[in-house]
């Protein structure tokens, strides 16, 4: 009897736990897509303006966040002038980058808009990152249930946030 009534307390603190512990991870799962964003935007910021060209952030639509380098044409130079190489002739390996990364399941991406334009029936959203340290204006919703998070790039640094809305 003794060991049933231990048995009993211990389901029940147990059955108790759970829902925290089920908040938790949904928290963790919005934390990290946040965090993942923000830590994808500065990877592509930085290679950008260490290698002189034109880096993006791309969120994917089976939910990968990847960082790769822009194809040259005409319009995307390097800093002395020349077309910048194709994404095959520049490495984007990196042992600490952690790219490509893909989103919790349970996350919801509620907006997404580059240059202040939703797209439309795309597979892949780019941010562009420029060697002169600025970007495309991005902005990012991410939810799960009621909650949610917000990231911002801005143009003229560069630099991703999280924010509040007003």
Sequence with gaps: IE???VMAIIM???ATGVPSIVRGLEKDQLSRAVKDTIEGCKTARDRAIFQGIPWAFIVKVDRQLMVEPMPGDSA???RSGEVAPSPRAVSNESPYSGFPRKLGD????DKIAVNFAEPTEESEVRVRFFPNG????F???????QKQRF???D???????EYTPQ
């Excluded at 902005?139 to 249930?145: M, N, Q």
């Excluded at 143009?155 to 946030?161: E, H, K, Q, R, S």
């Design 139 to 145: 902005t990012v919703v991410y939810s799960i249930g």
């Design 151 to 153: 990231v911002k790039v």
């Design 12 to 14: 029940i603190i147990m």
């Design 106 to 109: 349970d996350v919801h991406v």
């Design 155 to 161: 143009v003229v640094t560069g630099l991703a946030t």
């Design 3 to 5: 060991i049933m009534i």
């Design 134 to 137: 600025t970007a495309d204006e």
């Design 76 to 78: 995307q130079r390097t």
